[in-house]
T-cell receptor, first 111, second 113 residues
Framework: KQEVTQIPAALSVPEGENLVLNCSFTDSAIYNLQWFRQDPGKGLTSLLL?????REQTSGRLNASLDKSSGRSTLYIAASQPGDSATYLC??????????FGSGTKLNVKP | EAGVAQSPRYKIIEKRQSVAFWCNPISGHATLYWYQQILGQGPKLLIQ????????DSQLPKDRFSAERLKGVDSTLKIQPAKLEDSAVYLC???????????FGPGTRLTVL
């Protein structure tokens, strides 16, 4: 069974810093991987979707990479802002169309 | 484009009572998902519909949970009877097709006393 882990569980950085969030998965046979943002009391907002054949995706200050062979994905946030404070979740879709979420990294960007 | 709609946003009930949640996916999205998110954890898939057929309900506690997707559009998730451990946020998501990007609604926060 696929297991998705996100470390650290919480991260606090000063504004302006570049940062990396990590997501690891145990089974490399994935279909795609999606990064989400969740604000308190809200649903999930899709940030980036990486297909298994891709190595990275970029959107604005966000860059997500995927290394299937090592079972890892990273979300890079450039020039962090207080508005980036939220919980970031990664989710893996396997080849049987089943989803597995990590438990998230709670990011706090201090002004 | 309107997003995924869910109602109610909050619900407080006592254990052994029944409760129902409603979801309206993005127009044209064939696939609909219900997730349970317990505080501090990632969402857990309860059931996935493709149009009005069930694709995966392997993690749905079928003795107390049921779900249906009316005419392949709106969906309802019901819990009967509720237990304390059902306290969670219930998220609905939809995608254009089965392997597509998922879009989530705001969720329904359920508290069982």
């Amino acid at each position: 069974k696929q297991e998705v882990t996100q470390i650290p569980a919480a991260l606090s950085v000063p504004e302006g810093e570049n940062l990396v969030l990590n997501c690891s998965f145990t089974d490399s046979a994935i279909y795609n991987l999606q990064w989400f943002r969740q604000d308190p009391g809200k649903g999930l907002t899709s940030l980036l979707l990486i297909q298994s054949s891709q190595r990275e995706q970029t959107s604005g200050r966000l860059n997500a990479s995927l290394d299937k062979s090592s079972g890892r994905s990273t979300l890079y946030i450039a020039a962090s802002q207080p508005g980036d404070s939220a919980t970031y979740l990664c989710a893996v879709r396997d080849n049987f169309n089943k989803f597995y979420f990590g438990s998230g990294t709670k990011l706090n960007v201090k002004p | 484009e309107a997003g995924v709609a869910q109602s109610p946003r909050y619900k407080i009930i006592e254990k052994r009572q029944s409760v129902a949640f409603w979801c309206n996916p993005i127009s044209g999205h064939a696939t609909l998902y219900w997730y349970q998110q317990i505080l501090g954890q990632g969402p857990k898939l309860l059931i996935q519909f493709q149009n009005n057929g069930v694709v995966d309900d392997s993690q749905l506690p079928k003795d107390r949970f049921s779900a249906e997707r009316l005419k392949g559009v709106d969906s309802t998730l019901k819990i009967q009877p509720a237990k304390l451990e059902d306290s969670a946020v219930y998220l609905c998501a939809s995608s254009l097709y089965g392997e597509g990007e998922q879009f989530f609604g705001p969720g329904t926060r359920l508290t069982v006393l």
